[in-house]
C-alpha cells in the first residue's frame, strides 16, 4: 500500500504524491502485469473525460542538477467515482533492473477543475500497487498425466472458470479467470499400481482385508492428489479493495484413490 508521500516537485495541475517500496526478492524478468489502482473522488469536470498524468517524482536530470518528474503513463477516464487502474509493468521493471526499491509517483488530474487531485486516501479507498509475477525457473512437479487424445487413464483435464461467465466479475478485480482443472479418467489395475498416489489405496485395502471380517470391495477412482492455491483481489462489502489467498483452488496433480 503506498503512502502519501512528500513531492519534490510541483506542477501547474492537481496533483498527490505515493510512496511505496518494491518487494526484494522480486527480479525483473519475473513481472508480467503491475497495476496502480486509486479511487477518483467526484470533480466538476466529470462530465467529460478526465486525464491523469502519472510520473516518476523526484527523478534527477541528466546533468544531476535538479530533480524533475518524468512521466511514465497517461490515463483517460470516464469514471466519475470510483476505482481506476494504470499498467505500470515496463517502469516497474526499469526501477527493479536498477535494484531501486524506494519510488514516488506524481499522480496529476490533468484537466481536472479542482485544486487539489482527486484521489482519495480514505481508510477504504487508499491507493496500491499490486504485481503479478511468473516463475521463471524449472518448476519441479511430480508425475502427472495430462488428458489427450486417445487418453483413457486418470488425467488431468484443463478447465478454464471466467468470473464474467459466473457473473462476478463486477466484484473480483483480478484474475478475470483461473485454470482450475479437473480429474477424469480409469483407475484399472495397470494404472493404479504405477503411480506413487495409489499407495494410500493399497494400504487402506490391506488394512480392511487383513484386520475386519467383513471383506469391502474397493474400487479406486480417479481424484485430485495435489492442490496449488488462488490469489484473489477483490472489493468486499464495505466497498474495500482486499486480497485474499484461497487454497485448494487449481489441481496439480491427479491419481488413482
Given amino acids: ?6 513531492c519534490l516537485t510541483s506542477g501547474r495541475y492537481p496533483f498527490k504524491c505515493l510512496q511505496f517500496e518494491l518487494p526484494p526478492d522480486v527480479e525483473p524478468e519475473e513481472v508480467s502485469v503491475v497495476e496502480l489502482w486509486f ?5 466538476p469536470m466529470d462530465e ?11 527523478h534527477w536530470d541528466s546533468q544531476q542538477q535538479f530533480k524533475k518528474t518524468k512521466p511514465i503513463a497517461i490515463k483517460e477516464t470516464d469514471i466519475g467515482e470510483g476505482w481506476v487502474r494504470v499498467e505500470l509493468a515496463w517502469a516497474v521493471r526499469v526501477w527493479l533492473e536498477g535494484r531501486e526499491r ?6 496529476a488530474c490533468r484537466t481536472c477543475q479542482s485544486r487539489r487531485a482527486p484521489l482519495s486516501f480514505h481508510e477504504k479507498h487508499r491507493p496500491f500497487l499490486v504485481l503479478y509475477t511468473k516463475y521463471t525457473g524449472k518448476r519441479r512437479r511430480g508425475r ?5 487424445a486417445g487418453t483413457n487413464e486418470c488425467c488431468r483435464e484443463p478447465l478454464y472458470i471466467s468470473f464474467k461467465e459466473l457473473g462476478w466479475d463486477y466484484w473480483i478485480i483480478r484474475p478475470a479467470g483461473y485454470h482450475a482443472y479437473f480429474c477424469k479418467g480409469s483407475c484399472a489395475p495397470i494404472s493404479s499400481v504405477t503411480t506413487a498416489e495409489s499407495y494410500h489405496y493399497d494400504i487402506i485395502r490391506k488394512y480392511f482385508y487383513t484386520l475386519t471380517e467383513k471383506k469391502p470391495e474397493f474400487k479406486p477412482c480417479c481424484a485430485p492428489t495435489t492442490f496449488s492455491s488462488l ?5 468486499d462489502s464495505t466497498n474495500t479493495v482486499t486480497q485474499k489467498t484461497l487454497p485448494n483452488m487449481v489441481v496439480e496433480s491427479c491419481g488413482c484413490m
Avoid: W
Fill in 102 to 107: 524506494l519510488h514516488t509517483l506524481h499522480v
Fill in 39 to 43: 479511487y477518483k473522488e467526484r470533480d
Fill in 144 to 148: 502427472a498425466l495430462e488428458c489427450g
Fill in 1 to 6: 500500500m503506498p503512502s502519501l508521500g512528500e
Fill in 48 to 58: 467529460y473525460n478526465q486525464t491523469f498524468v502519472i510520473s516518476e517524482a523526484a
Fill in 231 to 235: 490469489q484473489l483481489l477483490y472489493i
